[in-house]
């Protein structure tokens, strides 16, 4: 995402409410859905996002021809980091009643987050047109366009956004944005300029403005306005991280340690905090506390060869020797003609007292040195230049890194609570004979087939189970429990495919079958098809499995 520009987020005002009540037991026939509708929101309103999906699941259930209650059951959802759920019924929404532009906004959202943003753009636009004075709608438009490359269209739109309202700072910051993309700094300057002359005290536009003048090497200039951008936002990562960069070209190395200091406690998986940490705490001497930084890089990402390049020369400083000839190799086997690495791993060998070792990577440099007719590289001197983080030069692996990778912009703070749990990935248990007796079965030998097969299932015999509950299946072929229990018997057994066939004809056979939802979710997520499952335990949470949403916000793929 783009760096610096925050995403407006609607807030939607909830009426007063009357209602109290919390009893959810009413058949459908009897419930009185206004009434229900305000309970609803009321559990919305009080973060208790899963709770409201209840209520608004009873009054869809009643009057299906209301679009209120699936816009709010999307916003519940959206809360819930469950985009894909939301999505659906913003869509259902806007079938019934296609003039409410809240749901296209909230629609527009979920798809940002699913990364569907030219459809998240054609939201906006009608929004727009729906709302013209929805400030919100149009800034989000913007940044729509400019995750497209649609440049041209984005700064179009932009134009009418300062023309609408000139005071807001955002509009003008876009405008830098987009004259950044186009590669005219001039242009970006003097539209960050106006940002600021609009609100000298917009953070996205200070911290834009630190970035072009680190881009001229006015390192003073940058960390003046850096440190104005922190005093009024102490918890920003990013311009920690910033500070730290404009105050190690000035040579401030304890200064730009506390700034990664404060950025890592404030995000304790920053890579260019842990990466650049590393670097100075080595040129202070800090060799094992170096160390630390890059083992945690490299647990987080193992295919660092940079860091792993740093991590061999600390241990090859701090005498850890067997340590330095791991990393070595591990470097040579992803770069067989690093001659360095090879040179670097004989002196390692040679402190263990491996002479047959060392004197095999002194015959190998030889060799390469005569075939190619080039010595290896000298070791890199520590200077005080950057490089981007996705450059892999090992002759530059002493060099700390800037940030070139987009920042996650559509971000929004998500209040509720059951979402943040951690959960693990388990399949839900076999249905009990007290369930699938409220299911309308054909025989009695698929009953007995059923029961034995349960059986088998609470002492672990897979294979038992799934002949036997197969029996059940030939004699009641719309028995969907049983479909769903040998499904737990076939993923126990590792059948796969044959265990999401099971749970489809589940589905099939009870369109709402929680349980079958949330198993093939998980089964899915197992076999790394996390983007497949989220649908399925959307609907599984929509049905009262809120451990679905956990599930979600910790497998949703990234943007």
Same mark, same amino acid.
């Given at each position: 995402?783009?760096?610096?520009?925050?995403?407006?987020?609607?807030?939607?005002?909830?009426?007063?409410?009357?209602?109290?009540?919390w +009893?959810?037991?009413?058949?459908?026939?009897?419930?009185?859905t206004?009434r229900?509708m305000?309970?609803?929101r009321?559990a919305l309103?009080?973060?208790d996002?899963? @709770?409201?999906?209840?209520?608004?699941?009873?009054?869809?259930?009643?009057k299906?021809?209301?679009?209120e209650?699936?816009?709010y059951?999307?916003?519940?959802?959206?809360? @819930?980091e469950?985009?894909?759920?939301?999505e659906?019924?913003?869509?259902?929404?806007?079938?019934?009643?296609p003039?409410? =532009?809240?749901?296209?906004?909230?629609?527009?959202?979920?798809?940002i987050?699913?990364?569907k943003?030219?459809?998240?753009?054609?939201?906006?636009a009608?929004?727009?047109?729906?709302?013209?004075?929805?400030?919100?709608?149009?800034?989000? $438009?913007?940044?729509c *366009?400019?995750?497209?490359?649609?440049l041209q269209?984005? %700064? &179009?739109?932009?134009?009418?956004?300062?023309?609408? $309202?000139?005071?807001?700072?955002?509009g003008?910051?876009?405008?830098?944005?987009?004259r950044?993309?186009?590669q /005219?700094?001039?242009?970006?300057?003097?539209?960050?300029?106006?940002?600021?002359i609009?609100?000298?005290?917009?953070?996205p536009? @200070?911290?834009?403005? &630190?970035?072009l003048?680190?881009?001229?090497?006015? $390192?003073?200039?940058?960390?003046t306005?850096?440190?104005?951008?922190?005093?009024?936002?102490?918890?920003?990562?990013?311009?920690?991280?910033?500070?730290?960069?404009?105050?190690y070209?000035?040579?401030?190395?304890?200064?730009?340690?506390? %700034?990664?200091? #404060?950025a890592? !406690?404030?995000d304790?998986t920053?890579f260019?905090?842990?990466y650049?940490?590393?670097l100075?705490r080595?040129?202070? +001497?800090?060799?094992?506390a170096?160390?630390? /930084?890059?083992d945690f890089?490299?647990?987080?990402d193992p %295919?660092?060869?940079?860091?792993?390049?740093n991590?061999?020369?600390l241990?090859?400083?701090?005498? !850890?020797y067997?340590?330095?000839?791991?990393?070595?190799?591990?470097?040579?086997?992803?770069?067989?003609?690093?001659?360095? +690495?090879?040179?670097?791993?004989?002196?390692?060998r040679?402190?263990?007292?491996?002479?047959r070792?060392?004197q095999?990577?002194e015959?190998?440099?030889?060799?390469?040195?005569?075939?190619?007719?080039?010595?290896?590289?000298s070791?890199?001197?520590?200077?005080?230049?950057?490089?981007?983080?996705?450059?892999?030069?090992?002759?530059?692996y002493?060099?700390?890194?800037v940030?070139?990778?987009?920042?996650?912009?559509?971000?929004?703070?998500?209040?509720?609570?059951?979402?943040?749990r951690d959960?693990e990935?388990r399949l839900l248990?076999?249905?009990s004979? =007290?369930?699938?007796?409220?299911?309308i079965? =054909?025989?009695?030998?698929?009953?007995?087939?059923?029961?034995?097969? @349960?059986e088998?299932?609470?002492v672990?015999?897979y294979?038992?189970?799934?002949?036997v509950?197969?029996?059940?299946? %030939?004699?009641a =072929?719309?028995?969907?429990?049983?479909?769903?229990?040998?499904?737990?018997?076939?993923m126990?057994?590792?059948?796969?495919?044959?265990?999401?066939?099971?749970?489809?004809?589940?589905i099939r056979?009870?369109?709402?079958?929680?349980q079958?939802? #949330?198993?093939?979710?998980?089964?899915?997520?197992? *076999?790394?098809r &996390?983007? !497949?499952a989220?649908?399925?335990?959307?609907?599984a949470g929509?049905l009262?499995?809120y451990e679905?949403?956990?599930?979600?916000?910790?497998?949703t793929p990234?943007?």
């Open positions: 995402m783009k760096r610096g520009l925050a995403l407006l987020i609607i807030f939607i005002l909830l009426p007063s409410l009357q209602g109290r009540g +009893g959810v037991g009413l058949l459908y026939a009897q419930i009185n206004e229900m305000d309970i609803g009321n309103y009080f973060d996002y899963a @709770l409201s999906i209840q209520y608004f699941n009873q009054v869809i259930a009643a299906p021809y209301l679009h209650p699936y816009f059951r999307a916003l519940a959802k959206f809360y @819930l469950d985009y894909t759920g939301a659906r019924d913003c869509s259902q929404a806007i079938r019934i009643n003039y409410y =532009p809240n749901t296209y906004e909230v629609r527009g959202l979920s798809r987050n699913l990364n943003f030219a459809e998240a753009a054609a939201d906006y009608v929004a727009t047109e729906v709302q013209p004075q929805n400030k919100a709608a149009w800034h989000n $438009w913007v940044l *366009n400019i995750e497209l490359d649609s269209r984005a %700064d &179009s739109i932009a134009s009418v956004l300062i023309h609408k $309202w000139p005071r807001h700072a955002d003008y910051a876009m405008k830098s944005q987009i950044l993309a186009q /005219d700094t001039v242009s970006a300057e003097a539209w960050v300029d106006s940002a600021l609009a609100d000298r005290y917009h953070v536009s @200070l911290s834009m403005k &630190s970035s003048l680190m881009h001229r090497q006015q $390192w003073t200039d940058a960390d306005l850096l440190t104005e951008a922190i005093r009024l936002q102490p918890r920003n990562v990013q311009n920690h991280v910033q500070r730290a960069l404009a105050r070209h000035q040579t401030n190395l304890r200064g730009a340690m506390a %700034d990664y200091d #404060f890592i !406690d404030l304790p920053n260019v905090g842990h650049n940490r590393g100075l080595a040129q202070v +001497g800090e060799d094992n170096a160390i630390e /930084d890059f890089i490299l647990r987080i %295919d660092d060869v940079m860091a792993l390049y991590r061999a020369e241990l090859m400083e701090t005498g !850890d067997r340590g330095a000839i791991r990393d070595y190799t591990a470097l040579i086997k992803i770069y067989p003609n690093f001659l360095q +690495g090879y040179q670097r791993r004989a002196q390692a040679r402190q263990i007292g491996d002479i070792g060392a095999r990577d015959e190998h440099i030889i060799r390469e040195q005569v075939a190619h007719r080039y010595g290896y590289a070791k890199a001197s520590r200077t005080a230049t950057t490089r981007k983080k996705s450059e892999v030069n090992l002759d530059e002493q060099k700390l890194v940030d070139d990778e987009e920042e996650k912009q559509y971000e929004s703070e998500y209040r509720g609570k059951i979402q943040n959960t990935l248990p076999p249905l004979v =007290p369930d699938y007796q409220l299911v079965v =054909p025989s009695d030998t698929a009953r007995a087939a059923f029961t034995q097969g @349960l088998h299932l609470l672990e015999e294979e038992p189970a799934i002949a509950l197969t029996v059940a299946i %030939d004699h =072929p719309n028995f969907a429990e049983a479909y769903y229990n040998r499904a737990y018997a076939l126990k057994t590792r059948k796969i495919q044959a265990a999401i066939d099971d749970l489809t004809d589940a056979l009870r369109p709402r079958f929680s079958a939802f #949330f198993n093939r979710g998980i089964i899915l997520i197992q *076999n790394g &996390s983007a !497949d989220i649908p399925d335990l959307s609907m929509e009262g499995i679905a949403y956990s599930i979600i916000k910790h497998n990234k943007k």
